[in-house]
């Protein structure tokens, strides 16, 4: 996108903006430019590997929260869909999904007979565990060209920029 190589796309965006609006402090737009655009080709990286196994984004997602949540893997859906910051209607229709082929199973809450769990099966155990292990090695490539002062300077910075947008 940039019209010469210097630069990023971005930088090219910003001097448009400065030949039409050099009134406004655009330095904003390139920080959270640049941060847009990592995240949609970091999506499309992280993707790559996925599909490896046959999962999508959110199939990965739901996979890995129970996987993390410890043996035996399993999870309200009211505790999944809000880790997952997803609506009980879209969760609905993942589990739905995911049930269907075999990676998960809802189960009897043995606390709450009104309520159910959802867990991940033998077959969904061993996929999201092939799965994890291909995406932390995927993640370690990515990052792989940054020092390591630059890697934590860059955590330090969305750390913070994070903290703020979540209050």
Known sequence: ?????SGDAVDA?????????PDLDVTPMGTLGRAKRCAALLQQR???VFLDFGLSGWEF??????RRA???????????FQQ?????GTMTHRMQRLESVGWVER??????ARSLLVQLTPQGLALIDQAVTAHVKNQHAILAPLKASELRALD???????AELER
């Open 84 to 88: 997952l910051m997803v609506s009980s």
């Open 70 to 80: 410890g043996a035996p893997y399993c999870l309200a859906p009211t505790a999944l």
């Open 156 to 162: 330090a910075g969305l750390k913070a920029l994070l």
């Open 107 to 112: 189960r009897s809450n043995p606390d709450d």
């Open 61 to 66: 997602d739901v996979l890995a929260t129970l």
């Open 13 to 21: 965006i910003l001097r448009q903006w400065h030949e039409e609006r």
């Open 1 to 5: 996108m940039a019209s010469d190589n």
């Open 46 to 48: 992280l993707d790559r």
